[in-house]
C-alpha cells in the first residue's frame, strides 16, 4: 500500500472528517473555513518545550467552541496515543510511520500530507515544526519557534546547520504568514530572515492553573535525598544552551545547598558530571533525569527558586511554569527571558557565576524576597492564559485565509 493509500481517520466520531469537509456552518452562517495542522514533525517525548505550547493552544483554540474554523490535524500514529485528548477535539488524520526515520518523515510531508490536504478540502495548511515542504497541497501558514541554528551554530551538526539554513529561508518565503511564541523571536524573524515585520503574527505560549497535585515536600525531600537543606531547581535537557555548567560552578559558593537537576540528557551529560565532581560539589548535586509532573511540581512548590541559566530561548515557559506554581525564578538575561520574566523575577548575566552564588545566598538567607518574588510571578501568569495563545491563533489564520 502507497504511503498515500495509508492515512485513516482517528477522533471521537469516525466520520468527523467526512461531515466537517465543506459542510459545518460557520457562526456567520457561512460554511467554515479549512484549516489543517501539520503535525507530522511532533515525535512525542522529543521536541522538547514546543510540543507542550503546540498542544496546549490547539486545546486552547477547541475549548472557545466557536464554528468558523474546521481543524484537521495531520499526525504520526504514537502522536495519538501521547495526546488522545486532541483526537478528541480535532478530527485527526495519521501517518502510520514513528516519525524517527526522519528522511522518511520529511519525504511524506511533500507527498502524504499534500494528498491528504487535497483529499480533506484544506485551504489553509498551518506547519508548526519550523519548516514547510517544498510540495504543498494547499497554501501555508509557518511557526518559528527560535532561530537558534542561525544565532548558535556551533551547537548543531554540519548537516542540521546546512538544512536548516536552505530550508527555514525558503519557508518564510513560501507562507502567508509567520508566527512566533515571542516578540524576541519576532524580531529574530526580522533581523535574520529580512521578513516584513507586518508578516508575522506573535502566538504567545500560555500557562495552565495547576491544580494541587505536586507531591508532598515530604515525599519529595525523601524521594530526592535532599534532607532539610535548601535546594534550587533546573528543569532542562542537558543541551550545551541550557547552560547547566554555570550553576554547577556557581553551588561553590553556596554551602549547605542542593541543586536539583531534572530532565533528559544530551551532548553536557557528561561535561555537568565531571565538572560537579572535579569542584568537589558532586554530594549537593541530583541527577535524576525525567521526573513524573507530579514530582516536578512537588520540586517546584518546595524549593528556593527555580534557577534558568539558559543562553538561548524563544520563550522561556518553564518559567511561566515556575511563576504559576508561586516558585520564585532567577533566569538568565538575555534572548526571550527578559520578555517573558519582566520584573516578575531575577535577571542575571548567564556567564557570571559569582552573582547566581550571590542571589542564591540572598534567597536562602531571606525568605521574605522569595515571598515577593513568589506574589509577583503568580500575578505575571494572569497576562498568559492558553485563551489568549487561541485568539492570536485564530486571528493568524483568519487572516491568512484573507490573502491571496
Known amino acids: 500500500m502507497s504511503i498515500e493509500e495509508e492515512g485513516d481517520v482517528a477522533d471521537g466520531s469516525a466520520a468527523a472528517p467526512e461531515e466537517g469537509r465543506g459542510s459545518r456552518r460557520g457562526g456567520d452562517g457561512g460554511a467554515a473555513r479549512q484549516v489543517g495542522v501539520n503535525l507530522l514533525w511532533l515525535v512525542p517525548g522529543v521536541v522538547g518545550g514546543s510540543e507542550e505550547y503546540t498542544i496546549r493552544t490547539l486545546l486552547g483554540f477547541a475549548e472557545q467552541g466557536r464554528d468558523d474554523l474546521s481543524i484537521t490535524v495531520f499526525c504520526l500514529r504514537p502522536f495519538v496515543d501521547a495526546h488522545p485528548e486532541v483526537a478528541e477535539a480535532f478530527p485527526t488524520v495519521t501517518l502510520p510511520m514513528t516519525g524517527r526515520e526522519k528522511s522518511m518523515r520529511l519525504a511524506a510531508e511533500s507527498s502524504w500530507l499534500g494528498y491528504q490536504s487535497r483529499h480533506h478540502d484544506i485551504e489553509l495548511m498551518h506547519h508548526a515544526g519550523g519548516i514547510m515542504p517544498p510540495l504543498r497541497g494547499a497554501p501555508g501558514v509557518l511557526t518559528i519557534h527560535d532561530l537558534q541554528p542561525f544565532v548558535m551554530p556551533e551547537h548543531f551538526s554540519p548537516v542540521k546547520r546546512n538544512f536548516s539554513r536552505i530550508a527555514i529561508p525558503r519557508s518564510v518565503k513560501a507562507a502567508r504568514l509567520v508566527l512566533t511564541p515571542s516578540e524576541y523571536t519576532r524580531q529574530s524573524v526580522v533581523d535574520v530572515l529580512d521578513v516584513d515585520p507586518a508578516d508575522i503574527v506573535v502566538v504567545p505560549h500560555g500557562v495552565s492553573p495547576h491544580p494541587e497535585t505536586g507531591t508532598p515536600e515530604d515525599e519529595v525531600r525523601d524521594r ?50 565531571a565538572e560537579a565532581d572535579a569542584l568537589g560539589v558532586a554530594d ?52 526571550a527571558l527578559p520578555e517573558v520574566v519582566a520584573d516578575a523575577g531575577i535577571l542575571l548575566p548567564p556567564d557570571e557565576p559569582e552573582e547566581w552564588s550571590r542571589v542564591m ?44
Open 224 to 273: 530526592f535525598d535532599l534532607g532539610e537543606r535548601p535546594f534550587f531547581v533546573f528543569p532542562a535537557i542537558t543541551y550545551p544552551h541550557k547552560n547547566h555548567l554555570l550553576l554547577v560552578r556557581a553551588l561553590q559558593g553556596v554551602p549547605e545547598v542542593v541543586l536539583v537537576l531534572t530532565g533528559g540528557p544530551a551532548q553536557m551529560e557528561r561535561a555537568v558530571l
Open 284 to 335: 549537593r548535586v541530583r541527577r535524576p533525569g525525567r521526573v513524573p509532573r507530579a514530582d516536578l511540581d512537588g520540586l517546584l512548590d518546595a524549593a528556593t527558586a527555580l534557577l534558568f541559566p539558559s543562553m538561548f530561548e524563544g520563550f522561556g515557559a518553564p518559567v511561566l511554569e515556575a511563576m504559576s506554581r508561586g516558585c520564585p525564578v532567577v533566569a538568565s538575561d538575555v534572548t
Open 361 to 404: 545566598l540572598d534567597l536562602v538567607a531571606n525568605p521574605e524576597r522569595g515571598r515577593a518574588l513568589s506574589a509577583a510571578g503568580l500575578a505575571r501568569v494572569a497576562d498568559y492564559p492558553w485563551s489568549r495563545s487561541a485568539d492570536a491563533l485564530r486571528s493568524a489564520y483568519h487572516r491568512a485565509l484573507e490573502r491571496s
